[in-house]
């Protein structure tokens, strides 16, 4: 029998994290999930693909 498991999220350290607040960033099918560093067991958040590209062409203009 076939697993239904999802595949595991593969977190890498986000490129906007600072040394003391870091977070997390795995892509996913259908866009981004998120995390704190420190707070892994917290679980993530997901965000839309639509989404996820508005808010970090907003952090490269620097509108946030």
């Known amino acids: 029998m076939a697993s239904t498991d999802p595949e595991p999220l593969i977190f ?8 003391n607040n870091c977070v997390e960033v795995a892509d996913t099918p ?3 999930a ?8 917290l679980g993530h958040l997901e965000f839309p693909a639509a989404e996820w590209c508005a808010f970090l062409r907003g ?6």
Request: aromatic share 4%.
């Open 12 to 19: 890498r350290k986000s490129a906007y994290s600072k040394t």
């Open 59 to 64: 952090l490269s203009a620097g509108e946030l």
């Open 30 to 32: 259908l866009g981004a």
């Open 34 to 41: 998120v995390r704190d560093t420190r707070h892994r067991h």
